[in-house]
């Protein structure tokens, strides 16, 4: 049947009006931010004015007006290797953080006294404080030193809250004068943490002086504390303004330590770096011994310590800067961390980060070799070179009904889907969402007739 005219204009009428969408660009002119439409051009005098990336969406219907923000989040921050990072000549501690020139030249010609808060782990003050305090005493800082235990069991809001107390005492300016952390992961965690809580964002620097967080906790963004006994459920993404990387200090920590690095560096290994595997296969025991002090010697060995750093560091940062803030949850650098985090608070502190680590990497191995993905003599070679770090490859805690636990925690809070890094090959792997409890069941069989009886007595130990 035809519809008449006035029957469609009234149609038309009633039809809800289509939401209209205008999108604005934004510029500084002078002090002052306003909104220009897109396409629009811009004032002649554009000397003047500055175009910010972010932009503003408004959207009118007949329910109201909607606005919408796009404005990209910009870090820049500093990884540094250097050398002597305490000798008073060194000046890196004072100014390595500062990208700009400009920068560095504005800051060294102001006559203002400079004034650094420093807070370092309690261990760790025993061994360098005087070197710290010389340091900067020898550059006519002002400073303050607040020597913590920084350990996975005060790994919490209180001890946060103790550094922020301090920090406020001090009265540090929020833009210029950046909190300094010394210490090891945990150190650096919970100071990363308070200063990106300290006047919603106050600038912090990271001096590692373990292998674990020289390679690890130093590179990336995450800072956390842990919470109602689960690993750092409490934290934010807030880099810090550089990372100063000294080697010197990994040679006073105990060989124990030493392994503990070993762990995240493997990780890296086996999920992309074939090289590095082989450098941790063929040198590991070397670089346990010396503690990467190591320099090139007449068998080329020496320059193993800093291949493998390097090579560590660099593909962490390959994974971690396209995805700082986690935006993918589909992440290599998981391996390893899908099951360690419930067995480390578990038997806390009998466990480090690392040996915690290796245990979930030993255990997803004989995974990936269930899948098919590895094969027996690949899978033999992990666990071996794992030994030869003298890694743990197994602990009686890490259970069938812990590891059942742990994968159905993560797939919760994983968007429902159970990612799973896997190695298929030495130094290649992908993420699988589809492994089976059956295959799970049946390498967890597998990983404990494999390496329980042997990994025993070496586990009393620790």
């Known amino acids: 049947m035809p519809v008449s005219g006035e029957v469609f204009a009234t149609a038309l009428a009633a039809r809800p009006e289509r939401p209209r969408r205008t999108d604005f660009q934004l510029v500084r002119v002078k002090s002052t931010w306003c909104r220009v439409k897109k396409g629009e051009a811009l004032s002649d005098c554009e000397d003047e004015i500055t175009l910010s990336e972010a932009k503003i969406g408004k959207c009118v219907s007949e329910d109201g007006i909607s606005w919408t923000v796009e404005a990209p989040i910009y870090f ?10 305490l000798d008073p000549s060194n000046t890196t501690l004072l100014w390595g953080h500062l990208a700009d020139p400009q920068q560095l030249e504005l800051a060294t010609s102001s006559k203002r006294k400079l004034r650094r808060f420093i807070v370092m782990d309690e261990v760790v003050d025993k061994l360098y404080g005087s ?6 005493e020898a550059n006519n800082v002002q400073y303050e030193i607040l020597a913590l235990p920084t350990t996975e069991e005060t790994k919490s809001m209180d001890l946060v ?18 909190i300094i952390a010394i210490g ?11 200063a990106s809580l300290y006047r919603r964002r106050t600038p912090y620097i990271r ?11 130093s590179v990336g963004a995450k800072n956390g504390v842990n919470f109602l006994q689960c690993k750092n459920k409490l934290g934010g993404y807030t880099p810090p303004m550089a990372s100063f990387l000294d080697r010197a200090f990994i040679q006073s920590i105990p060989r124990r330590h030493i392994s503990n690095g070993l762990g995240e560096i493997l990780k890296m290994a086996l999920m992309k770096h074939k090289g590095l595997f082989d450098l941790l296969k063929s040198h590991g025991k070397y670089l346990l011994d010396t503690k990467f002090q190591s320099y090139s010697d007449s068998t080329g060995r020496g320059d193993a310590a800093l291949q493998t750093t390097r090579i560590a560091i660099e593909t962490m ?9 986690e935006d993918d949850l589909d992440r290599l650098v998981d391996f390893g961390h899908l099951i360690s985090p419930e067995l480390e608070m578990r038997v806390l502190p009998s466990l480090m980060h690392g040996e915690a680590v290796t245990i979930d990497m030993a255990f997803m191995t004989y995974v990936a070799h269930a899948r098919g993905l590895l094969s027996c003599e690949e899978k033999e070679q992990i666990i071996e070179c794992m030994r030869g770090l003298e890694l743990p490859v197994w602990h009686s805690a890490c259970t069938w009904h812990l590891i059942q636990r742990a994968l159905m925690e993560r797939l919760k809070h994983g968007g429902g889907r159970p990612r799973m890094p896997l190695p298929t090959g030495l130094g290649v792997a992908e993420i699988f969402n589809d492994t089976s409890e059956e295959t799970l069941k049946e390498a967890y069989q597998l990983w404990e007739g494999d390496c329980k009886v042997a990994e025993e007595p070496a ?4």
């Open 459 to 462: 586990e009393a130990e620790h």
């Open 131 to 136: 070197q710290v305090r010389r340091y900067f």
């Open 161 to 178: 809250l103790s550094i922020l107390r301090e920090v406020q005492a001090f009265s540090i300016d929020r833009r210029t004068e950046p």
């Open 207 to 217: 001096v590692p002086t373990t292998l674990l967080s020289y390679v690890d906790a």
């Open 184 to 194: 090891g992961g945990v150190c650096l965690d919970i100071v990363g943490l308070a």
């Open 317 to 325: 940062l390959e994974e971690l800067a396209p995805n700082l803030w």
């Open 76 to 85: 820049c921050y500093k990884v540094v290797e250097t050398y002597n990072i």
